[in-house]
């Protein structure tokens, strides 16, 4: 059973990465220029990145496919559907909808800031008052 999870859970990852991936990147949400090169002088703050919005939008997306799924296997089964369980599949699905966008978007911005391209190869040195200078009384 725990290999069938396992293998039913990373079945349904690759689906929302062929399908749900694609659809947002195409709807508004563009994929970022990270510099992964940058990852190691970051890898704290993207590591709460991952934890606080990539893994919400794991769930929210895989949600859909796994509702989408269950709702296709009943279809099959009974032939018809209850006008209740359809309205709640489509609300659950544009709940999930919301989350998984929201939490992408806020997951690409803030990764883009942590890992974005240095503009600049010479950073400008910081200047500090000289301290010889300054009176002290």
């Known amino acids: 059973m725990t290999v069938f999870s396992l293998a039913a859970g990373l079945t349904i ?3 929302r990465w062929l399908i749900l991936d694609r659809v947002h990147h195409r709807t508004g949400i563009p ?5 992964f090169g940058r990852l190691q ?3 704290t703050a993207y590591q709460y990145l991952v934890l606080t919005h990539y893994n919400y939008y794991k769930f929210h997306s895989n949600m ?3 509702f989408a799924i269950l709702m296709a296997s009943r279809l099959l089964c009974h032939n018809t559907l209850p006008l209740w ?3 709640g599949f489509l609300f659950l699905e544009w709940l999930f909808w919301l989350g998984a966008r929201d939490n992408l978007r806020k ?3 803030q990764g883009e ?4 391209e240095n503009t600049s190869s010479v950073c400008p040195p910081e200047t500090f008052p000289d301290e010889s200078s300054s009176s002290r009384d």
């Open 41 to 43: 002088e970051n890898l």
């Open 113 to 116: 800031v942590l890992l974005k």
């Open 31 to 35: 994929e970022p220029q990270q510099n």
């Open 85 to 87: 369980v359809i309205i």
């Open 13 to 15: 990852s690759t689906l």
């Open 64 to 66: 859909m496919i796994s």
């Open 107 to 109: 997951y690409y911005s």
